[in-house]
C-alpha cells in the first residue's frame, strides 16, 4: 500500500476522490516520520490513488524513509489490527459512541473540558470517563471534575492495572481530544482505545459518512502520559462534607448575563443562598453598588436533613473571582437537565450540571 503525505486542507478532498481512510497527525508521537500537521493517508489494495497536489501545485509525495508495509503507521479503526495494550503493562481501554445525541453529548463535553483546563487526567474507571484537574491544587484554585457514566457508550471495555486497582490515569492535552472529537459532527460512530504508537496514545477513530456510500475513518494518535500508580494521590476525585445550602441555579443564559455584566464593573462577585429558594449575586465599588435577587428557585431533597436549629432564612455567602465565575458559565456547553449551587460558608463554590449520563463540576474557592 503505498504511503501519502497529505495536508489537513487536503483530507476531505482525498478521502471523497480515493474512498481511504486517514490518519491525522495532531500532536503525533516524535520520531514517526512526517512533518508537524500533516496526514497520513492509505487506501484499500487496488484502489488507485489520485495525484495530490501541495503549495504551487506540487504533486505530494510519500513521506521519506516510510515503509508501504509498516503496521505501527497505519492500523484498522478498531479493534482488532491495533494494539490494544500498552509495551508497559497489560492495561487496555476501548469504547464506542454511536448515535447522534450521544455523539454531540461527548463533543459538548470534551469542548467544556478543554475550555476549563488546558491539561486534565482522565480517568478510567470499569463504569465511568473521569476527567479531572493535573496535579493536586486543594481549594487553593478554581478546578473542574466532569464524569461520563458507562452508559454513553454502546461498547465500553476497560482492563486496569490489576484486580485491586482497576483503573487508568492518562494525563492528555484537553484541546487535542476536543478537536479530535470535533471531527465526528455528523459521524456514524467515534471509537476511543489506548494504543502504543512509538509511546502511548489515546486512539480516536470517527466512523464518517459519505455520499458515494463509501466507508471512510479519520483517525487521531493523541500522545497521553500514563500516570504510575504513585501519582494517583495527586488528582482524587472530589470528597466534601454537605453543603451549608445547595439551591437549583436559575435560568442559564439569565445567570450568565448578570455575572457577565458584574464582571465589566468590577473583580469580585458575593453568591448568598438559603434553604427557602432565595439566591442573590451582589457586587459594590467605591462608584457602585448592584444586587440581584431570585427567589423561589427550590432547594434539593438532600437539604431537607438539617439540624433542626438551624434557621432556614439565614443567607449563606461566599466570595469568589467574577472571572472564574464567568469562565465557567461561558465555557460550559452540555444542556443540563439539573443546575445546582453548592456553597460552603466563606469557603467554597461549587456549581453542578447533570445531563443523562454526564455530570459536570467546577469549584472555585472563596477570596
Known sequence: ?????????????????????????????????SRPGAVEARTEPGTRVPALLGPGGRAGRAAPGTPADRKDLWHA??????????????MKFRAKITGKGRLELFIHV???VARLAKVCVLRVRPDSLCFGPAGFRGLREAGLWCEVRRGAFQQFH???????????????????????????AGASSLKLQLT?????????????????????????DLPVQVLPRRAWRDCPPPSLRAAD????LPRWRTLRSIVERMANVGDHVLVEANLRG??????????????????????????????????????????????????????????????????????????????????LQCFIPAL
Not at 196 to 219: E, I, K, N, Q
Not at 245 to 248: G, L, N, R
Open 196 to 220: 502504543h504508537r512509538r509511546r502511548p496514545c489515546l486512539t480516536v477513530a470517527v466512523a464518517l459518512a459519505s455520499p458515494l456510500g463509501r466507508a471512510r475513518s479519520v483517525v487521531h
Open 278 to 359: 432565595r439566591m442573590t449575586l451582589s457586587m459594590e465599588t467605591e462608584v457602585v453598588s448592584i444586587k440581584s435577587y431570585f427567589k423561589n428557585l427550590g432547594n434539593p431533597p438532600e437539604s431537607a436533613g438539617v439540624p433542626p436549629h438551624r434557621d432556614l432564612e439565614s443567607m449563606v455567602q461566599v466570595r469568589v473571582d467574577n472571572r472564574k465565575l464567568l469562565q465557567f458559565l461561558e465555557g460550559q456547553q452540555i444542556n443540563p437537565t439539573m443546575a445546582l449551587c453548592n456553597i460552603w460558608d466563606n469557603s467554597l463554590l461549587q456549581l453542578v450540571l447533570v445531563q443523562e449520563d454526564v455530570s
Open 1 to 33: 500500500m503505498p504511503a501519502l503525505l497529505i495536508t489537513g486542507a487536503e483530507t476531505e478532498a482525498f478521502c471523497e476522490r480515493a474512498g481511504g481512510q486517514v490518519r491525522t497527525a495532531l500532536a503525533r508521537p516524535p520520531g514517526v516520520g
Open 110 to 112: 470534551s469542548g467544556t
Open 77 to 90: 479503526a478498531f479493534p482488532s489490527e491495533a494494539p490494544s495494550c500498552l509495551r508497559c503493562g497489560v
Open 158 to 184: 476497560m482492563e486496569g492495572v490489576s484486580e485491586e486497582l482497576d483503573e487508568i490515569h492518562l494525563e492528555l492535552t484537553a484541546e487535542h481530544l476536543s478537536r479530535a472529537a470535533r471531527s465526528a
Open 245 to 248: 445550602a445547595s439551591i437549583h
